[in-house]
């Protein structure tokens, strides 16, 4: 079988490389991110503190190839990041119309940036530490997968992917994370990984095979967790090509 992983793997877990990201630090939960391989399309995350209870995070996927897009992935950074702390800094505000209000400017931004339509399916999440919930959003983006004693739950999409139409919105749910229990993100990219020994058919890995080895893989830590899904597809995929993105986000409460 044939390897995409870098040379640069972390010492717990052999065979993927960490994308180098200041993920904030978080009372009673921990957050990380993985990417398999080398980054040559559109996946973007990032996470940051928004007050002293708050954690904003997101998982974007940009249509099109790295060199094409650059100028997009910049422009959602900046308004990600510009926006967080006004939106979501207050103690007393309604975190979904923040929610709602943040996607609908990234929206507009990616429009403006790419001059027209530019797809961008997006996962975006706010933590709060101190009751346990998450706010999120899913804008045609894959099912986040929410992982508690009850089993796995699907958090789908809740509006039309960013970047389509000019005035599209999002609603923005709440749900609440028990001790213990896990959000997992992955990007189009290793929903899509094809297995390629069987010339007949290209077998996905799909949305059912990152569940499967969710469900199978022992309790640990965020990076743990994300480098166990890129594996697991990596191996699937036995293809010595990177076709797409393959990134993965965990959140864990652990209090």
Known sequence: MHSLFHSKAH?????????L??????DGAEIAAVTYGARVAGDFYDSLR????????????????RE???????????????????LFGKEDLNESEAMTELC????????DVAGG???????????????GTLCYTNAGHSPGLLCDHTGIAELGATG????????????????????????????????EGKCKEDKKEDLEFG??????????????TPRELCASILNAVGEFTCSPLVVDDMTALALIRSA
């Open 11 to 19: 010492a717990t877990v052999p065979g993927v490389e960490s994308v």
């Open 21 to 26: 990201s200041e993920f904030p630090v978080i």
């Open 50 to 65: 928004v007050s002293s209870e708050r954690i904003l995070f997101g998982l974007l996927d940009v249509a099109g190839r």
């Open 68 to 86: 094409n897009n650059q100028p997009i992935l910049t422009a959602a950074q900046e308004i990600f990041r510009k926006l967080a702390s006004d």
């Open 104 to 111: 609908l400017r990234l929206n507009r931004g990616i429009m």
């Open 117 to 131: 339509i530019r797809s961008c399916p997006a996962f975006i999440g706010c933590y709060h530490e101190r009751f």
């Open 160 to 191: 039309l992917p960013l970047g389509l139409f000019s005035h599209a919105t999002c609603d923005a749910p709440t749900v609440g994370m028990e001790k213990g229990a896990a959000l997992l993100l992955v990007s189009r990219g290793v929903v």
């Open 207 to 220: 949305m059912q095979g990152v569940r499967d080895k969710m469900r199978n893989t022992p309790p640990g």
